[in-house]
């Protein structure tokens, strides 16, 4: 298995409503991405997980929760969001230290959410 | 600051011509650089990367050139085909090791390659 999966593809929520999107990986890759991306803008970090542990937040709100349940599983909860949040949410895995052949990313094919 | 620059936000060329794609970046950290291509709908998707250590890295139909004097790469598609239109990301890690490995994305340059 040579994918990550994410899940829902599309998603509209209101600004009080609480969901969560869902990546999965099954590579044996130990670090996991959260990455954001705006029309016409190139991808933005927002959560690096290594080995399960959060090892870097990009300064994102607390309004986005990230969560790391085992080495194949990243939950990003979300929660009271903006307008301004819409965007594609794209997750990603990689060889944890990266190197050789594989460095380098697998990325899902996002979560396009729109918030109303 | 955009640390990593595509400045061609377009590039148009005729299928079985060259397609060269081009990469500033302004942090010296960097020492791995990696293409992504992009289909609307779909994740970005590795290409080629190179190592600072190295300044041509091929694979096929696609080579990446690094000038790192010039804080500048380029990504070369010959021949170009139809199935290469898409989006194409460059990105730029400072490895460094330990648990600061994120990439920075370029804003991407979409490719057209007309039959």
């Known amino acids: 298995d040579t994918e990550v999966t994410q899940t829902p593809k599309h998603l509209v929520m209101g600004m009080t409503n609480k969901k969560s999107l869902k990546c999965e990986q099954h590579m044996g890759h130990r670090a996991m991405y959260w990455y954001k991306q705006k029309a016409k803008k190139p991808p933005e970090l927002m959560f690096v997980y290594s080995y399960e542990k959060l090892s870097i937040n990009e300064s994102v709100p607390s309004r986005f929760s990230p969560e790391c349940p085992n080495s194949s599983l990243l939950n990003l909860h979300l929660h009271a969001l903006q307008p301004e949040d819409s965007a594609l949410y794209l997750c990603a895995s990689s060889q944890f230290p990266p190197g050789g052949s594989n460095y380098g990313y697998t990325f899902g094919s996002g979560t396009r959410l729109t918030v109303v | 600051d955009q640390q990593v620059k595509q400045n061609s936000p377009s590039l148009s060329v005729q299928e079985g011509r060259i397609s060269i794609l081009n990469c500033d970046y302004t942090n010296s950290m960097f020492d791995y650089f990696l293409w992504y291509k992009k289909y609307p709908a779909e994740g970005p998707t590795f290409l080629i990367s190179?190592?600072?250590?190295?300044d041509k890295n091929e694979d096929g139909r696609f080579t990446v050139f690094l000038n790192k004097s010039a804080k500048h790469l380029s990504l070369h598609i010959v021949p170009s085909q139809p199935g290469d239109s898409a989006v194409y990301f460059c990105a730029a890690s400072a490895e460094g090791g330990g648990s600061n490995y994120n990439l920075t994305f370029g804003i991407g340059t979409l490719l057209t390659v007309n039959p």
């Open positions: 190179i190592s600072s250590i190295k």
